[in-house]
């Protein structure tokens, strides 16, 4: 049971103002790496709350569904501009982003992961491919500036964070679909 107590360090270590301000700075950190890693925190912590609340899940979250909607919905909230930015001047909005991304999103997606069937979780890989796609011409091609509290070069280097993703998202969704691994063993 140590995954938990893993889990909790780093979302405390992230939680901290002087590592929560560095990684706010900067708008690719901010989005490609503090918002993963808390809810790659929930992930960790999702265990305790397993163990702890198992008829919950069983009954909430019995074919995944649930659980990867809720966590969709809310990571998709934090995909929006004005978020971000509230998220960065507003102190509670702030504790909402770490509370929702490692609760709302890091537990329900361990839960549910699991018991989506393969063809369920492609069609979540080809949802993020669309979202990171529509989110990175968004930010490129957009002739204002979205985030108040960053500049616009760092919005284009945010757009090309999304576009390399959803391009490497999309290799690993054709490597899936197009290699069969029974060939290499």
Not at 161 to 166: L, N
Request: proline content about 6%; glycine content about 4%.
């Amino acid at each position: 049971m140590e995954q938990p107590k893993y889990g909790l360090a780093l979302f405390i270590f992230l939680a901290i103002p002087p590592v929560a301000h560095l990684m706010e700075s900067i708008m690719i950190i901010h989005m490609h790496m503090q918002m993963p890693l808390i809810v790659i925190a929930g992930i960790l912590m999702a265990p305790f709350f397993q163990k702890r609340y198992p008829n919950f899940f069983a009954e909430w979250n019995e074919d995944g569904i649930p659980g990867i909607l809720l966590f969709l919905i809310v990571f998709g909230f934090w995909m929006i501009p004005k978020t971000m930015d509230d998220a960065l001047t507003i102190v509670p909005v702030e504790l909402f982003k770490f509370f929702s991304l490692a609760i709302l999103c890091g537990i329900p997606l361990r839960d549910s992961w699991k018991k989506l069937s393969d063809k369920k979780k492609n069609m979540v890989f080809i949802l993020f491919i669309i979202l990171f796609s529509l989110m990175g011409s968004l930010y490129m091609f957009s002739p204002n500036q979205l985030c108040n509290n960053y500049l616009q070069i760092e919005q284009v280097t945010l757009a090309w964070g999304f576009f390399i993703t959803a391009a490497a998202l999309l290799i690993y969704v054709l490597q899936l679909l197009l290699i069969n691994p029974d060939d290499y063993e």
